[in-house]
């Protein structure tokens, strides 16, 4: 599996954005069949960090309905600027093709979220992902029980004990799960989590099969224990480098950037450890 990774990794910038599409979709669902898994089962996230607005076009009338954000700013833009699109789609007759689009998109906010910016990812996204202790779980909470209408998050595991970058320990990860599962307006659907890098950028396979075979333990414990209810159904791993073996541990949520969108120009990940939020945290 891993050289098949490597090669499909190589040749996508070579690619168009449909083709590129369809060899992940494909690799999604030849993980899913491996594991003995439906492939429909497999949420596929397309995480738009380095794509263009016309990409991300292409992609919404390719069918596909759920994108990923990491920087809450870039999500207010290109959520305005996608909704502005199939505004204009909806008004155009049927004949001229507009009904192969989707009416709406699903926002995914999967980097880290800093308190001051909670307000605007819980107007725009449908699940956020990297919750990562209390005190933002709370600030969720003030702002959905406002707009009346609760929001959906995945608690983020540092499973590896990466100092740079955010999570939950893992020994804690169930009381933060029982905690929120108290709040009205904030529903635990399930966890997420990143392998670690080598120092060059790239995947090691086997430590990220470490690394999510870990969480998904930890997922079905905290299931088994009934923390979060029948809700608690989501466990989301595994980026452009290693969604397969993320797919082989268990994961039904993954979050895929260049594989899709080919390589940015600058290089990196399809998820930031750290997010430019930071620094304005309060």
Known sequence: ?????????????????????????????AAAAEAGRDPREICLVAVTKHASMDQIRELIGLGHVDLGENRVQQLIQRAAQVE???GRRRQLPESSGAAAHPRAVRWHMIGRLQRNKVRKAVELSRLIHGVDSLRLAEEIQAVAARREQPIEILVQVNVAGESQKGGVAPAAARHLVDQIDTMVNVRPRGLMCMAPLAEDGSTDL??????????RELFEDIRAGGSGGDRFDILSMGMSGDFEVAIACGANLVRVGSSIFGDSPVGGEDEDPADEDAAEAS
Not at 4 to 16: F, G, I, L, W, Y
Not at 206 to 215: G, N, P, S, W, Y
């Open 1 to 29: 599996m891993e050289s098949t990774v490597k090669e499909a990794a190589s040749e996508s910038s070579d690619q168009s954005l449909s083709s590129r599409l369809a060899e992940v979709r494909g690799r999604v669902a």
């Open 84 to 86: 502005e699109y199939l």
């Open 206 to 215: 086997d430590v990220a099969r470490r690394t999510f075979t870990r969480c």
